[in-house]
Structure formats: C-alpha cells, structure tokens
C-alpha cells in the first residue's frame, strides 16, 4: 500500500486466491479493486499443484524466467511481495533455488518483501540461510501461546532503537496497531531436581516407541496412556512439562483433559503434539483450551526436544478456574441433536457480518440405499466439533459448517467422509469468503 501511495508499481506473488487477497486487505481498511483495475497492483498465484511439478522439472531456471516475464510485462514493479517463498525455494533437494531467486530480485532491482512460515528459522532450509544473507532487514513475528503477538528484529543494516520483543495487534479496518493490554508473565519457580521431568500423556495410545524412547533418554519421562492417571502423578511430584499427545480421532477428549490440567492450581506448562496436519482453527482452539504450545505435521525427536525445553525454561504459571476454559459447544450425539443444530442460522449470520471468519459449508446427499441419518452419524464421527464445526440435516441432505476452514481443508474433511459404506457419496463444498454469493443462492440469504 505504500508503494501504491508513492504512486509507483507493486506486484504480489501468493497461493492465496485473488478474491481472498481482496478480502483480507479489505478487512485491514486496505482497498485493493480500483488499484487492480489500474494497473498499479498486479496479483500472480502459484498454480494448483505447483509444488509437484516444481519437483519435477529439470531445469528450476525456466520457472524464474516465467516469473520474470509476468513481472516485467509493462514495466517491472517498484515494490514486489512474495508470500510465501517456499513453494520456490524449499520444494526441491537442489539447494539453486534460492540463488535463482536471488539473481532475479537483482534484476528486477524492486524493492522486496519475502515471507517465510516455519515454527523456527531452522527448520527454513539452506534456502532461507541464503537469502537471508543478502536480505537488509529479517523480521521474525510469532503468535504466543498467550495470544500475544511478537516481533523481533534479527538483523538490520541500520541501527534501531530495540531488536525488541515489539509486541501488537492485528485489528479489523485499523490493521497493526499496538496491544491494548500488557499480557501476564511467566515467573519460573521449577526446582532444580524437576527441572528435567516430564509427564508424557499419550491419549490415542499409539505414540511411536522409537519417539517414546528416545524422549526418556533426553528427559526423566514419565509416561502414561490414561489421562485419569495423570492426575494422581501431578498431585504426588512435580513436573517441569506436560506433553499431551492426540491424533485427530482424539482431538475433544485431549481439549478436555488440558482444560483440566489447566484448572489444577501451579500447573506446568502444557504441549500438545500431533503426527498429523491440523487446521488453523484446531490449533488455536487448543491454545485456547490450555496448551501453551502446539506442534503437528510430521515430528521430529529434536524438535519436539526443542520445544520441550524452551517450556522448561519458561515455567509454570497460576491460573482460575474459568482462564482459558475452551467455549461449551453442543455436542452432536443423534439424529435428534444433529437436525437441532441448524448449520443454515449460523451461515446466514456471517454472511451478514462483514468480519465474519473464513469458513467452509459442505453439503452431503446419501447415496442410493444409504440412510439419511446413517449418513449424518457418520460425518459427525468424523467431525471436529471442539473447533467449532457444526453439522445439522436439512431437506434430505447432510449439512456441514467447517469453521475457519479454507476449500483445501474442506477437500481434506470429504477425504474422510468418504470411507465405506459412504464411499461414493456425493458432496458440495463452498468457502466463504470466495463463496459468498454462491452460499447466499444455496442457503436463500
């Protein structure tokens, strides 16, 4: 926006779909249509599937030199965002990428913004280390367990007043401004003898033991699959962390556990861990409900270890009864409970509501044969309903809110629906924002 009001060219390269571009800048009070429309702003995505071919074409140099042309067409930009660089840069083992990029930044002569998301600047790659040898400025910005958001300068070519932390806020229609409320802190009172044990509370069962092992060798482990166990070991000795393991069959049950943990007085922090991907929406929901951290996707000893650590060091803290209590939400248990929840009320109100989240409704018609309500029990089992999914039947079909969900996560909730018996059941899906006129036909707003 900056570049625009300097009256010069700026260019974004992003996965992210032109309309939620707009959508997402509309809501930080930044208008994007009339720009578009001008000529000033030129939007480039990456292409469905782009990681897969990337991987696979022989010479990476040919996708730079598309990029360069789409960037130079009129003019090159004064400005250029890339968000995020990992699809160009961490998608193959050749480690040439980023010198592509680099020598392609260099010209364009464009003043750049480059986006990297990873949990750590080590798990960024050789990629990351390269560019940011050349970079003039590397902001690291974190979102806290606390809810807090942080930046920290790491490396600038001019001196400032403090690398920080800087902490702010993110505001519909105002976007970065600063915090409204200072966060509490942490004060660590960890004898040194606990300094080193951990409770490992695994609720599926099913933790690898290679993983389990190579933990008790790092640390005084102590493990246990039942959560009603894990209240007598907090009561009897002290722990300097508790690590709670879920998979997605046993999301709700591990939220109810940490929010139990957490009404415990001078509770250790708590960190949840997932061998699988969760959504946004998961992650922050169990945040909410009592972890101080959240690791998924695939788990590395080291990390995991990593993360552990930066726990014990930050200790423990005391906290109410009802702090941080994760939302009462109706719980689908049969088809009388599943058509009372009504998905289409709950569509229709953020439809209505310019600052409604992102959100996905997927709509499922039986299959020949198959049951109506067989169909609606077996979605809810598949269901998130902790995160704030809703499911209800309405009119012979099955009818599914996916809170904070984008199309690909809802593709990835019908890969689990789809399971025999209800293998070929047929299914619609629609993402607001993207979605928005399409759901107001379907859902008769």
Known sequence: MEGIRQGGRVALLTQARPEDVIEVAQSIGVGLNGHLSSGDWAIIGYQSGFRDRYRRIIEPSEVFEELRRFLEEGAAPDRLAIDTCGPLISSRDSGSEAELLVDLLGQLGSTTLLTFAGESTGELGLGFDFISQRAALILQMELRSSGRREMIVRKTLRPVGSNGPITFDIRDGRGIVKPEAAPKKRSSDLAPEVRRRVLLLDVPGDLAEELRLWLSEAFDLVYTKDPVDAFPELAQRDFGVVAVHIDRRTVARGLHVMHQLRRAARRPPILLFSPVDVRASDRAQGLRSGADDFVS?????????????????????????????????????????????????????????????????????????????????????????????????????????????????????????????????????????????????????
């Open 297 to 445: 996707g695939g788990i590395h000893p080291e990390e995991l270890a990593s993360r552990i650590e930066a726990l014990l060091r930050r200790g423990r803290s005391d906290v109410g009864d009802d702090e941080g209590a994760p939302p009462k939400l109706q719980m689908a248990q049969g088809p009388g409970a599943l058509e009372a929840d009504d998905v289409r009320d709950l569509v229709r109100a953020h439809l209505s509501s310019p600052g409604a989240p992102i959100f996905s409704l997927v709509i499922f018609k039986p299959a020949k044969g198959r049951g109506l309500h067989a169909l609606a029990n077996h979605v809810a089992d598949r269901m998130r309903h902790q995160t704030g999914d809703r499911v209800s039947v309405f009119d012979h079909q099955v009818e599914v809110y996916l809170h904070g969900a984008l199309s690909t996560h809802a593709e990835r909730f019908l890969e689990r629906v789809r399971q025999e018996p209800f293998k070929e059941v047929a299914a619609e899906v629609y993402t607001a924002p993207t979605d928005r006129e399409r759901l107001r036909e379907v859902i008769g707003v």
